[in-house]
């Protein structure tokens, strides 16, 4: 299996630009999650799915960030527009379900930077 | 509510020496408890879980005794090399909702 797979790696933008980023979650996973890891703040839950429909969003910051999950296999994190505390590195992972196993399985992550 | 929380970081320690990293918990019911590691410049991975109390888990050397009477879940390894060097994770899921409760993690530096 090729695991949770992220694109892009690195992103860096200017402030005010948009800002997509993408999740392929593990085939036959129910649960995809984002997280966004400061130094300042640690690890932060943002928003997670089940069988692609949104349970809690109350980790996203503000109405600048918000995310989708269209089918079973694609997931997007969008910020528009972008500030520079924005700056982070953004994972997503993914996870088969209640009563089956609890483990998350992460991605790479995507370090962003906001200029 | 569900909380976790760890040793303040950094953790350092010469190569082959005893490692113990404290994790304590709050939660309502019987959550599962797990150990994640983050080597640099990569995401989290699983290093151990345990679901019920007393269970041991293991992995690469490491260990973690789920204690209910002590509400902790403390890591550790007998002996630590190098490449154990990396932010480490302790992490409860209640088991009534999907998501992981994780601590603020704690850094590891072991120095040859």
């Known amino acids: 299996d090729a695991g949770v797979i992220q694109s892009p790696r690195h992103e860096v933008t200017e402030m005010g630009q948009e800002v997509t980023l993408r999740c392929k979650p593990i085939?036959?996973?129910?649960?995809l999650f984002w997280y966004r890891q400061t130094m300042m703040r640690g690890l932060e839950l943002l928003i997670y799915?089940?069988?692609?429909?949104?349970?809690?969003d109350s980790g996203m910051p503000e109405d600048r960030f918000s995310a989708k999950m269209p089918n079973a296999s694609f997931s997007t994190l969008k910020i528009q527009p972008s500030e520079p505390r924005d700056s982070a590195v953004y994972f997503c992972a993914s996870s088969p379900g209640q009563g089956l196993t609890d483990t998350q399985y992460f991605g790479p992550g995507t370090r962003l930077t906001v200029l | 509510g569900n909380s976790v929380t760890q040793m303040e970081g950094p953790v350092t320690l010469s190569e082959e020496a005893f490692l113990t990293i404290n994790c304590t918990y709050t939660?309502?019911?019987?959550?599962?408890l797990f150990w994640y590691v983050q080597y640099p410049g990569e995401g989290l991975q699983l290093l151990l879980k345990?679901?019920?109390?007393?269970d041991k888990g293991s992995n690469k050397g490491f260990e973690a005794t789920y204690r209910k009477e002590t509400t902790s879940f403390h890591l550790e390894k007998g002996s630590v090399q190098v490449s154990d060097s990396a932010v480490y994770f302790c992490a409860l899921y209640p088991g009534n909702t999907g998501k992981l409760i994780f601590g603020q993690g704690t850094t590891l530096q072991v120095k040859p």
């Open positions: 939660a309502t019911g019987y959550p599962s």
């Open positions: 345990a679901t019920k109390a007393d």
């Open positions: 799915f089940n069988n692609n429909v949104p349970i809690d």
């Open positions: 085939s036959g996973h129910d649960y």
